[in-house]
């Protein structure tokens, strides 16, 4: 009987150090599982969002900042407060800023069009400063007042908010957090992909600044890649590695947003990930051309006897390749000759997946005359 007991007892601790084991052993993989981020979004260039986790959450900016910075400092470029040539005197607190840096040192001189190459592609901190400075005629709040003005302009004054013209944290500039939601950052990329010197100098992967003296290189990495050519990364101790691309590909302007990868290789590897499942389900697709007719009405009396009837304008969408697409349309029975070019003779709808979205005229481009025959008998 004890030698029983002492079997089943042996059995019990056996199977329950099994089962400890199991525990620890999940208990290690989920700790060595981590978040890929903090927030994503997928989004086209009309504002339409095809993916999203948690866009609303606000997080520190770190560099993604610099993007309004950047186009601060365009716009003063595009009133003519300020030129590319000139000149740009280093201050000792622009000199000293740290993080992500080139070379400066108090009372060095730099042209603006350096300044922005550094700070586009580079991400440099400290000339992101001495551009503030130098359109705020000394102190960089005063720029910061322009950003925040900016963002207010394009209603984005809830979603982002800027206190310095880098970044950086807090414990390095005693000012507050810049921070912003992926939706709010999503919507300044929209914005910024309008100015076209921008987005050609953050498509830049390596050049030089400083008269070919400086060598500095994109800290994007994912340039080149799924038609990626912008625009911006970031990498904050409060939040992780950051970033908003901008790529063209298959015809689709798409823009993606990553916030706190936990490196700048599983954010990266986030990006091309969330890109290649929407290439996967998404396509392009031109829907309406108004060159190409689609549809006909019968004209009586006339030197043809139809009219083609072409769409009053081109549509093209980004639609699921599993999408239901139709296109609905009413016209005249018939038309008498002659017929105008111009002439309106119908309407359609586009109809995908049973939601109306879009609609238009049907009108004619070729005139159709009275026939012959009957010019003969009046």
Do not use: C, W
Not at 20 to 29: G, L, R, S, T
Not at 43 to 68: C, F, H, Q, V, W
Not at 333 to 361: F, R
Request: glycine content about 8%; overall charge positive.
């Amino acid at each position: 009987m004890k030698k029983i007991l002492n079997v089943l007892l042996l059995t019990i601790i056996l199977a329950s150090s099994t089962v400890f084991a199991k525990e620890a052993e999940d208990e290690v993989a989920l700790k060595e599982e981590k978040p890929l981020y903090k927030a994503m979004l997928l989004g086209d260039n009309r504002g339409k969002i095809y993916y999203s986790e948690n866009i609303d959450e606000k997080y520190p900016l770190a560099s993604l900042t610099k993007m309004m910075t950047l186009m601060v400092t365009f716009d003063q470029l595009e009133k003519g407060s300020i030129k590319m040539k000139d000149k740009i005197k280093v201050s000792k607190k622009s000199a000293q800023t740290g993080g992500s840096r080139i070379p400066m040192k108090e009372g060095d001189v730099f042209t603006l069009e350096d300044l922005i190459k550094a700070t586009a592609i580079y991400s440099a901190n400290n000339a992101a400063y001495a551009i503030a400075e130098y359109i705020g005629k000394g102190d960089a709040d005063k720029f910061v007042k322009l950003m925040n003005k900016k963002s207010t302009d394009l209603g984005l004054e809830k979603e982002l908010e800027f206190y310095t013209p880098a970044g950086l944290p807090s414990d390095m500039t005693k000012k507050g957090m810049d921070a912003g939601t992926a939706r709010g950052i999503y919507k300044l990329s929209l914005e910024a992909a309008k100015y076209n010197k921008y987005m050609e100098i953050a498509s830049i992967k390596e050049t030089t600044i400083r008269d070919g003296k400086l060598k500095i290189k994109n800290r994007n990495l994912l340039l080149g890649e799924e038609g990626i050519y912008g625009i911006k990364t970031g990498h904050h101790s409060k939040v992780g590695y950051n970033i908003s691309v901008l790529s063209d590909k298959e015809d689709m302007q798409i823009f993606t947003v990553v916030v706190g990868g936990p490196t700048y290789k599983k954010r990266d590897e986030s990006v091309l990930s969330q890109m290649e499942e929407f290439y996967e389900h998404y396509h392009f697709r031109k829907l309406t051309d108004e060159n190409i007719s689609i549809a006909k009405v019968p004209v009586f009396s006339g030197d043809k006897e139809y009219a083609d009837l072409y769409p009053d304008k081109n549509f093209t969408d980004i639609l699921n390749k599993d999408s239901d697409i139709k296109i609905s349309i009413k016209r005249n029975k018939g038309v008498i000759a002659p017929v105008e070019s111009g002439k309106t003779l119908g309407e359609y709808k586009i109809v995908v997946d049973g939601n109306v979205v879009e609609s238009g005229k049907l009108v004619t481009k070729e005139e159709v005359k009275l026939s012959i025959s009957l010019k003969n008998i009046f």
